[in-house]
RNA sequence: GUGGGCGUAGCUCAGCUGGUAGAGUACUGGAUUGUGGCUCCAGGCGUCGCGGGUUCAAAUCCCGUCGCUCACCCCA
């Protein structure tokens, strides 16, 4: 019986997972270095979580989420986001005491039952960063200051930042009835979609991808000009910060996103090196959210990063040549040396050397053997004969000059690791 | 959920209007009796995605089905 893995995950295979690794190690170091320290949630949480916080009337919950009842009755959901699992942790925690912003990071798989395309997977990876318990716009500036720099320690190029403001409680309400009413006047040219979605969720009427929708969205009031004075304050100040320290973006005001969670900032950062979809990175603040859900008011501002997608777009010259190659490969001839040989490989790796070889156990040619020393860049080839099993000395050769000498047994360790200037 | 493209060797792919498979690469051996990279020679490899139909004959034509992929919706 042969089975596959289910439609929209994959596997990432070696070759690959170096990449991310690497991708990985710079995100701890830079993330580390603004002051976020890790968290790791569950990767499942209790459904009413993500319906609540995310928005009933997202697509995310309407149609994508993994959800299942399990042994106990207890409605389940795997996380189709991290934001939600971060503010029940914070909450349930009491990380609200004592009073001071707390930065958390994570990493980890989502699941979103989709159709799979380019960049967009059922099981797919994010990096996500959350600043807790500020509405200083310093904290939007700082957030997005720290993803760029991130972005230019992988090499990455072609990305935008885009922002916008979505107003919060106080102005939103209102500017929602305005949009609502502009909207009314087009019904008749919107496409179905909108017709559906005016009513209910209205702010997604403006990121409508449908070319006659958008060009009608250009014509509706726009969120940034019917901000409260607060909201206005805050998001010029958001803005005046970016350039101080030099972080390039532009301004979308059709960019809404598609969680219902968000307040006054909210941004994008969209690559040129993708297919359809391009977004790399989304995120914004959220004031309300921990409150919500019966914590303390605490103004918030966060961000998630597909790691696929992040991953793809990545420079071809900064994936080459990651991990190292091995110091040794040992080049075993004929069935009575294989003891030996493995005796010796043991020796090796204890003493702190990478030392691979050959597993067939009616030892291939020499030739055979030395192609693979070669293809696997090898720094030296170690060759144990018969010759060499009665003589006690094996062969060391560098496979760079090809230089050979003889090296009794008993001394391989050390002289392996002093030609290596270890 | 809807639409386009594609499923042939481990990988990348060729195979025209039907005559039951081929290249490159990789692998193994040899030229070089126990020495890699370059070159040359030789060798093995396939349920042609699956099922059915048409036909003397199907990888090729028809129908169905599954899978992959790209795109729409939406998003990381």
Not at 160 to 167: D, E, F, K, P
Not at 287 to 302: I, M
Not at 362 to 385: D, E, H, T, W
């Amino acid at each position: 019986m042969k089975i596959n893995s289910i439609r929209g995950v994959k596997d990432i295979l070696p070759g690959e997972i170096e990449k991310w690794r690497w991708v990985e190690t710079v995100a701890h170091e830079i993330f580390s270095r603004y002051g976020f320290k890790e968290i790791r949630p569950p990767i499942f949480e209790n459904s009413a979580l993500f319906a609540r916080s995310i928005g009933e009337t997202t697509d995310i919950v309407e149609k994508e989420m993994y959800t299942f009842t399990d042994r106990g009755g207890e409605q389940i959901t795997l996380r189709p986001e991290g934001t939600a699992s971060v503010v029940r942790a914070y909450i349930e925690h009491k990380m609200h005491y004592p009073p001071s912003v707390v930065k958390l990071y994570y990493l980890g798989p989502m699941f979103r039952y989709e159709r799979p395309q380019a960049g967009r997977f059922r099981q797919f990876y994010q990096i996500g960063v959350e600043a807790m318990g500020s509405a200083n716009p310093a904290i939007d500036a700082e957030a997005m200051a720290m993803l760029l720099e991130f972005f230019k320690d992988l090499g990455l190029s072609g990305l935008q930042l885009q922002i916008n403001s979505l107003g919060c409680q106080n102005c939103r309400p209102a500017y929602r009835e305005t949009l609502k009413a502009a909207i009314r006047r087009h019904l008749g040219d919107l496409c179905a979609n909108c017709n559906q979605r005016h009513e209910r969720n209205p702010l997604r009427v403006l990121d409508c991808k449908v070319e006659r929708d958008r060009e009608i969205a250009r014509g509706l009031p726009k969120t940034k000009d019917h901000l409260c004075q607060d909201c206005q304050t805050h998001f010029e100040e958001v803005q005046t910060l970016l350039r101080t320290a030099g972080t390039e973006f532009s301004l979308d005001p059709l960019l809404v996103r598609g969680l219902d969670y968000y307040t006054r900032t909210t941004f994008e950062v969209v690559s040129s090196s993708l297919g359809a979809q391009n977004a790399v990175c989304g995120g914004g603040r959220y004031d309300s959210l921990v409150e919500e859900f019966e914590g303390p008011q605490t103004p918030c501002f966060g961000f998630a990063l597909g790691l696929e997608r992040l991953i793809l777009s990545l420079p071809p010259d900064k994936t080459e040549n990651i991990g190292s190659p091995p110091d040794v490969y040992l080049v075993s001839l004929g069935v009575e040396t294989q003891r030996e040989t493995f005796r010796i490989a043991q020796e090796l790796r204890a003493s702190g050397l990478f030392v691979e070889r050959d597993y067939e156990e009616n030892p291939v040619s020499l030739k055979s053997q030395m192609r693979k020393a070669n293809a696997k860049a090898c720094r030296f080839a170690l060759i144990l004969g018969e010759n060499e099993l009665k003589s006690g000395k094996l062969v060391l050769k560098n496979m760079a000059n090809g230089e050979q000498t003889e090296i009794p047994s008993s001394d391989l360790a050390r002289e392996i690791q002093n030609r290596l200037g270890k």
